[in-house]
Structures are given as C-alpha cells and as structure tokens.
C-alpha cells in the first residue's frame, strides 16, 4: 500500500469520531390503577385503622390486610359489622422459620351482600414461632376469631394441630386430624421430617 493511502485512511479515521451511543430513555412507571370497589373496601379499613393495618394488595375481587395479632380481632369485628362480611372460606398457615414467626390466613366472604359475592378479603396475621413448641402451652398464640366468624371453628383446630398456633378464646382448641397423643412437631412445620427418611 502507498505511502499516500496509508496517510489518507489514517487521516478519515482521525476526521470521523466515534459516534456516540444513543441513550436509551429509562423505562417510566404507570401510575397502576386499582379497581375501584376493592380500593373502596380497603380504604376504609385504613381509615379506620391507619398505621395498624397494612394493605399487602388490592387486585379485582381481593384485597389483602396485614395487622398485628394484637389488632386482629378489632379489624375482622370492623369487616364483618361495617362491610358486610359474613363468614371465613378458609383458614391457613404458613411457617416462616427465617423470622420466628408463623403467618395465620384468613380468607373472608360474604353470603349475604350480593355486592360481594365475588370479593375475598384476606386477613393476615403472625404468631411468634417457638424453635421447640409445645402447642398451647408456648408462645405462638393468637386471637380467635371464632366469636366473629363462626365458621373458622374446625379451620383453627386444624391450624393449631398442623402449625402449633393456640387460639386464645376458642371453645374447642382440640386435635382435628392428629392422634391426641401426638408427641412430634406440627407436621406443617418446616423442619418437621419424618422417621426413617
């Protein structure tokens, strides 16, 4: 190659700098609508109840309240006497062993308020989770809401045998599924194992 090309091509790429890379524009955030009859419904509760409740999500027909147990009774009383729910579909629990604690669920309808026959209100509450429980006789004890919705009777008998959560003011705080003799840790636990494997 001449001397002359070199000097030529040597000097275009000097002549032309490297272009830039376009900015990509940062992704905006929608403002997400709620649906409003749900939004509704968990408004008030955090009117009446403000920083002692927490709204974990508003979706069509659910919407989920965390609160403490201490005001977990306060708050099904207010759902069932001032929005109209009537009756508790299911109860359940979760084990969370990485925080000491146990997630007790409720799933709240209604049977008598046409306008929410499709809506679920979840209830959300925690117990203390004892390394070593003894089922009614340690610390992971809640409020029964069995004097509010009746129907939570044999869904918190399961819960207390299953997870080891005691349901203070509970009529029946028996074995459901379980021998009476059951000497192990809640089979729901997770570090419940079971012999031989």
């Known amino acids: 190659m001449s001397e002359e090309k070199k000097e030529s091509i ?15 524009k940062k992704p905006t955030l929608e403002k997400v609508n709620l649906p409003e009859f749900e939004k509704g419904l ?6 009446k109840f403000g920083e002692k409740t927490k709204v974990a999500f508003v979706k069509p027909d659910r919407v989920r309240i965390n609160v403490s147990k201490e005001n977990v009774h306060d708050v099904a009383e207010f759902i069932r006497d001032e929005l109209n729910f009537d009756h508790a579909e299911s109860v359940s ?19 008598t308020d046409s306008s929410l026959a499709r809506q679920i209100l979840v209830l959300a509450t925690r117990a203390p989770r004892e390394e070593n429980p003894i089922p009614g006789n340690d610390a992971t004890r809640l409020p029964s809401l069995r004097d509010i919705f009746y129907s939570v009777e044999f869904h918190e008998r399961e819960v207390f045998e299953m997870l080891g959560v005691y349901f203070e003011g509970h009529p029946d705080n028996r074995r459901l599924l379980l ?17 031989g494997r």
């Open 10 to 24: 040597e000097s275009e790429s000097q002549e032309k700098p490297t272009p830039k890379p376009t900015p990509t």
């Open 93 to 111: 629990g979760v084990d969370y062993p990485q925080d000491k604690e146990i997630e007790v669920v409720y799933h709240i309808g209604s049977y």
């Open 42 to 47: 968990a408004d008030k509760i955090v009117e």
């Open 179 to 195: 021998p009476e003799d059951w000497a192990d840790l809640p089979p729901l636990r997770k570090d419940f194992a079971i012999k």
